[in-house]
């Protein structure tokens, strides 16, 4: 596609439930990074993929946050048995090469 | 590890006024340095980016850069504010070398008066 396309644009849950968000990255993109962005917080690193190399989930807030990236193309933010906590808008990024990332709208989450 | 310092949350200027965002970073290696603006209900834009050469760097809207490497500084800045700057600004950092993650500060919200 000609961007990065995130869904769903907007996910209000009950705290106990488990979401899933998706990202589909431009095209031939190798990288993809999730981000999520709490107000007063700024962008926090989540994890990154990069071609088939084992991920980079340092920055995962707990055990109940997982991604995954199938065929190297859409990824997929799980985060199970969700909390107040949690609401917040999760941005996806691609890039194709050093110093170039292009960035989705979002998913704005939001834990009732 | 790299990190990036944006002091203060909140600037306010004149339309018309000089604007001044300040952005520090740390990094252990040679970095990229960015800077992202975000309109209200929208994603993340490329405002002007530093790799290597020129460290005096113009972006998009009138904007502009510079690289200090003495000062670990990379300000934005514009001549001349206008209604339509009033977002939110993102400083970012990132290492040399393959793909590597972004670091970003904590974002500085700028309104404009008229």
């Known amino acids: 596609g000609a961007g990065v396309s995130q869904s769903p644009s907007n996910k209000v849950t009950e705290k106990g439930k488990d979401v899933e968000l998706r990202c589909d990255p431009i095209?031939?993109?190798?990288?993809l990074y999730w981000y999520r962005q709490s107000l007063g917080q700024g962008l926090e690193f989540l994890i990154y993929f990069q071609g088939n190399s084992a991920p980079d989930k340092s920055g995962l807030p707990s055990d109940r946050f997982s991604a995954e990236r199938t065929g190297g193309s859409v990824s997929t933010l799980t985060i199970q048995r969700t909390q107040q906590e949690d609401s917040a808008v999760y941005l996806c990024?691609?890039?194709?090469?050093?110093?170039?990332?292009?960035f989705g709208s979002g998913t704005r989450l939001t834990v009732v | 590890a790299q990190s990036v310092t944006q002091l203060g949350s909140h600037v306010s200027v004149s339309e018309g006024a000089l604007v001044l965002l300040r952005c520090n970073y740390s990094?252990?290696?040679?970095?990229?340095l960015f800077w992202y603006v975000q309109y209200p209900n929208q994603g993340l834009q490329l405002l002007l980016k530093y790799t290597t050469g020129a460290t005096l760097v113009k972006g998009i809207n009138g904007f502009e850069a510079e690289f200090k490497k003495s000062e670990t500084s990379f300000h934005l800045t514009k001549p001349s504010a206008h209604m339509s700057d009033a977002a939110e600004y993102f400083c970012?950092?990132?290492?040399?070398?393959?793909?590597?993650?972004?670091?970003f500060g904590k974002g500085i919200t700028l309104s404009v008066r008229p």
């Open positions: 990024a691609s890039s194709a090469r050093q110093g170039l990332y292009t």
């Open positions: 095209s031939g993109h190798t990288a």
């Open positions: 990094s252990s290696v040679p970095p990229y």
């Open positions: 970012a950092v990132t290492s040399t070398g393959a793909n590597s993650k972004l670091t």
